[in-house]
Nanobody
Framework: QVQLVESGGGLVQAGGSLRLSCAAS????????MGWFRQAPGKEREFVAALTWSDGNTLYADSSVKDRFTISRDIAKNTLYLQMNNLKPEDTAVYYCAAGDGTIWRGATGYGYWGQGTQVTVST
């Protein structure tokens, strides 16, 4: 079992920045892929970014995310991060951390472990 706890969400003005953290505990995640998803009200959960824990290989949802967000990990702290810059109102959502086997998946079904989510609200 892997437990994931997100933090770092909040209210920020458009153009601002936030850094989300996801602390992993329990089973080692060294062979896992870990990622961030988000879900806005009335919308389906969507992929944001992911990486493979062993080598840090990354995948982003699209160029808009890649240009503004950075996914990273601290191996010593067993913590996944999502640095979000130049935030836009359309980034408003609950952000979820997820962990799965060593393959990066864009689909949520590829991840078996989920955090409780952290709210990010971007105001105009």
């Amino acid at each position: 079992q892997v437990q994931l706890v997100e933090s770092g969400g909040g209210l920020v003005q458009a153009g601002g920045s936030l850094r989300l953290s996801c602390a992993a505990s329990g089973r080692t995640v060294s062979s896992y892929a870990m990622g961030w998803f988000r879900q806005a009200p009335g919308k389906e959960r969507e992929f944001v970014a992911a990486l493979t824990w062993s080598d840090g290989n990354t995948l982003y949802a699209d160029s808009s995310v890649k240009d503004r967000f950075t996914i990273s990990r601290d191996i010593a702290k067993n913590t996944l991060y999502l640095q979000m810059n130049n935030l836009k109102p359309e980034d408003t959502a609950v952000y979820y951390c997820a962990a799965g086997d060593g393959t990066i998946w864009r689909g949520a079904t590829g991840y078996g472990y989920w955090g409780q989510g952290t709210q990010v609200t971007v105001s105009t």
